[in-house]
């Protein structure tokens, strides 16, 4: 039962550019939440996808978007990218009908802005 | 205010013996999750614990356990008999909202185990 996976696993870009980030969720999960971390720091909640919608979404700009497909993976889109937007990205999913509501992450998106 | 507080970067603990790790939290729902995160150097997320906000009892999970004082704020994480292989970040969320969808980390806690 392959887990939560995310790619690529690492990513180079230069300010200004456009990046997505793909992530396909554990078997039978149908929500997709994404998570910025920078370094030394704990995951902020970017946004959450469930029936191909976007559920909720944390303190971040409209350069963040995201879509999810009918077979539930996910991308996330960084348009306009700064310095500040190096951090690892982490997919989480899960499946909105359990209780207590886990999640499972996925290893996880290096990405570097020069 | 910081939704989850966690107010040590850093610990240490002999091999063998039990550590706790701090987490406090703020929030005005009366329905709400809290959990436990390990990181490894790797970076993966790894569930550890889980404390409803109706639970009673505290949670426990093998080796960790967590200390859930409700009037407090609190839901501090208990490892048990530390094993070389805890060290790692350990992240405190807390998740609320309608259908809880939202989830917010403290800033994590860096284990070292020592032999």
């Known amino acids: 039962d392959a887990g939560v996976t995310q790619s690529p696993t690492h990513l180079i870009k230069t300010r200004g550019q456009q990046v997505t980030l793909r992530c396909s969720p554990k078997?039978?999960?149908?929500?997709v939440s994404w998570y910025q971390q920078a370094l030394g720091q704990g995951p902020q909640f970017i946004f959450q996808y469930y029936e191909e919608e976007e559920r909720q979404r944390g303190n971040f700009p409209d350069r963040f978007s995201g879509h999810q497909f009918p077979n539930y993976s996910s991308e996330l889109n960084v348009n306009a990218l700064l310095l500040g937007d190096s951090a690892l990205y982490l997919c989480a999913s899960s499946d909105a009908r359990d209780s207590p509501y886990e999640q499972y992450f996925g290893p996880g998106t290096r990405l570097t802005v020069t | 205010a910081q939704k989850i507080t966690q107010t040590q970067p850093g610990m240490f603990v002999q091999e063998k013996e039990a550590v706790t790790l701090d987490c406090t939290y703020d929030t005005s729902d009366q329905s709400y999750g809290l959990f436990w995160y390990k990181q490894p150097s790797s970076g993966e997320m790894i569930f550890l614990i889980y404390?409803?906000?109706?639970?009673?009892q505290n949670a426990t999970e093998g080796r960790y356990s967590l200390n859930f004082q409700k009037a407090r704020k609190s839901a501090n994480l208990v490892i048990s008999a530390s094993q070389l292989g805890d060290s790692a970040m350990y992240f405190c969320a807390m998740r609320e909202g309608y259908n809880f969808n939202k989830f917010y980390f403290g800033s994590g806690t860096k284990l070292n185990v020592k032999p």
């Open positions: 078997s039978g999960h149908d929500t």
């Open positions: 404390q409803g906000s109706y639970d009673e």
